[in-house]
Nanobody, 114 residues
Framework: QLVESGGGLVQAGRSLRLSCAASGSIFRVSAMAWYRQVPGKQRELVAISTTDSSTNYADSVKGRFTISRDNAKNTLYLQMNSLKPEDTAIYYC??????????WGQGTQVTVSS
């Protein structure tokens, strides 16, 4: 089970930090990622963190967002700085376990006002 938190309404230029808590020991052996989706559009990859803690980002968020993971707490984070109105979306936590396959969180709304 994945539980996201930290979304909300924020003004452009401000910051938010999203968290995703995973259950059990599956977290540390899984690749983790954040996706986002705007109504009427496809879900898009925002950032990914592999099991060796390497990371990759969508071009639209490079230099502004940072993905990190705390394996001791089974928690994934997304630090979002310099937010823009176009970052408004529902953000989803994604887990890819090598045997169990993919898991999704319920999503958390991020709204950035101009």
């Amino acid at each position: 089970q994945l539980v996201e938190s930290g979304g909300g309404l924020v003004q452009a230029g401000r910051s938010l930090r999203l968290s995703c808590a995973a259950s059990g020991s599956i977290f540390r052996v899984s690749a983790m990622a954040w996706y986002r989706q705007v109504p009427g559009k496809q879900r898009e990859l925002v950032a990914i963190s592999t099991t060796d803690s390497s990371t990759n980002y969508a071009d639209s968020v490079k230099g502004r967002f940072t993905i990190s993971r705390d394996n001791a707490k089974n928690t994934l984070y997304l630090q979002m700085n310099s937010l823009k109105p176009e970052d408004t979306a529902i953000y989803y936590c994604h887990l890819q376990h090598p045997l169990l396959g993919p898991r999704w969180g319920q999503g958390t709304q991020v709204t950035v006002s101009s």
